[in-house]
């Protein structure tokens, strides 16, 4: 399996923190995997085995953390290092 390239890019994340919807959704995606496995906790069973289920309810909760927190970007910062690549 091929290995995932960076998809956000300087213009998608200054959409997500104007607000856009599309690049919310982006960013959003581009974290999916990793919130889930943030959220991914143990759950030991009657019988003593260890079961990992994702926290559906802290799923939420890391989401819409993240989504409250992309207003706080530091975008200056962004822009001054991609100019300098």
């Known amino acids: 399996m091929q290995e995932q ?3 956000l890019d300087l213009h998608t994340i200054e959409a997500a923190v104007a607000g856009e919807k599309w690049a919310l959704e982006k960013v959003l995606a581009y974290y999916a995997d990793y919130i889930e496995k943030l959220a991914t906790v143990e759950i030991e069973q009657p019988d003593g085995n260890v079961k990992k289920i994702v926290d559906e309810d802290l799923k939420q909760q890391i989401g819409l ?5 992309i207003p706080n970007f530091p975008l200056e910062e962004a822009k001054k290092e991609a100019a300098k690549e």
């Open 5 to 7: 390239e960076c998809t």
């Open 65 to 69: 953390k993240l989504l409250e927190e």
